[in-house]
C-alpha cells in the first residue's frame, strides 16, 4: 500500500470556517444591541465566533464592519418597501404595509424593542463620521424618492385630491416611518405604533 506524504494528505491553505452571509447578521445584531461606540472587536469576535485577525481579513477594521453591516440593514429594508409601494393596491394599503414591514423589523429583537438600527447607531456617528452621513443622507432621499412616486402616481389615478402636493406627503410619511423607529425603540407598544400609523395613513391619504 503506498502512503501519501503529509504534503499529499493536507489540503493546501485553511479552509474557511464560517459563513460570511451569517457572520456580518451577526455582527450587525451587536452594533444594533449596543451602539458603534458601544461595540468593542471583541464583541463582535465572540458574536461571530471568528478571532480578530479573522475578521480583519474577512471584513476590515471595526468601522468597515459596521459599513457593511449598516449597508446590509438599508438594503433589506429598501426592498421591503419597494415591495409594498410597487404592489397593486390603493396607497393607503402601500403604505400601511410598509409600516407593518418596519414595524415587525424594528420589533424583531426577540422580545425585546430595538427600533430602527439606523436611528439607534447610525444617526449618533453622522455627526463625526463624513460617510455614514452621506450614506444615511442618501437612504433618505432615496425613500423619499420612493414615496414621491407613488403618491404622484396615487394622485394621477384620483386617489388624492388634484392640489395634492406630492412632496409634502411624501415627507410627512418618511416622518411618520422614523417616528415609528424612535417610539419602538423607547419600548412604545407595537399595537399602539400600529394605531398611530393608520391614523397617519388616513391623514396623508385624506377622500378628495
Known amino acids: 500500500m503506498v502512503q501519501k506524504s503529509p504534503t499529499e494528505r493536507r489540503p493546501r491553505g485553511r479552509p474557511r470556517v464560517y459563513d460570511p452571509d451569517l457572520a456580518l447578521q451577526q455582527a450587525l445584531e451587536v452594533f444594533w444591541k449596543a451602539g458603534?461606540?458601544?461595540?468593542?472587536?471583541?464583541?463582535?469576535?465572540a458574536a461571530t465566533g471568528m478571532n480578530r485577525p479573522s475578521l480583519y481579513a474577512g471584513f476590515g477594521d471595526k468601522r468597515s464592519i459596521y459599513m457593511k453591516a449598516l449597508t446590509l440593514y438599508w438594503e433589506s429594508a429598501a426592498a421591503g418597501v419597494r415591495t409594498a409601494l410597487a404592489a397593486d393596491q390603493p396607497l393607503a394599503g402601500a403604505l400601511m404595509q410598509v409600516y407593518q414591514q418596519a414595524l415587525t423589523l424594528y420589533f424583531s429583537g426577540k422580545g425585546k424593542p430595538r427600533g430602527c438600527f439606523t436611528l439607534a447607531t447610525a444617526v449618533t456617528e453622522s455627526g463625526d463620521d463624513p460617510m455614514v452621513r452621506e450614506f444615511v443622507g442618501n437612504g433618505f432621499r432615496k425613500l423619499d424618492e420612493a414615496l414621491k412616486r407613488r403618491i404622484r402616481a396615487?394622485?394621477?389615478?384620483?386617489?388624492?385630491p388634484a392640489d395634492a402636493d406630492p412632496d409634502t406627503l411624501a415627507g410627512l410619511a418618511s416622518a411618520v416611518h422614523a417616528t415609528l423607529g424612535v417610539r419602538a425603540r423607547a419600548g412604545i407598544a407595537r399595537a399602539e405604533l400600529e394605531e398611530?400609523?393608520?391614523?397617519?395613513?388616513?391623514s396623508i391619504c385624506r377622500n378628495p
Open 36 to 45: 458603534y461606540a458601544g461595540t468593542s472587536l471583541d464583541d463582535l469576535a
Open 154 to 160: 396615487a394622485r394621477d389615478k384620483g386617489e388624492l
Open 196 to 202: 398611530f400609523a393608520r391614523k397617519s395613513v388616513a
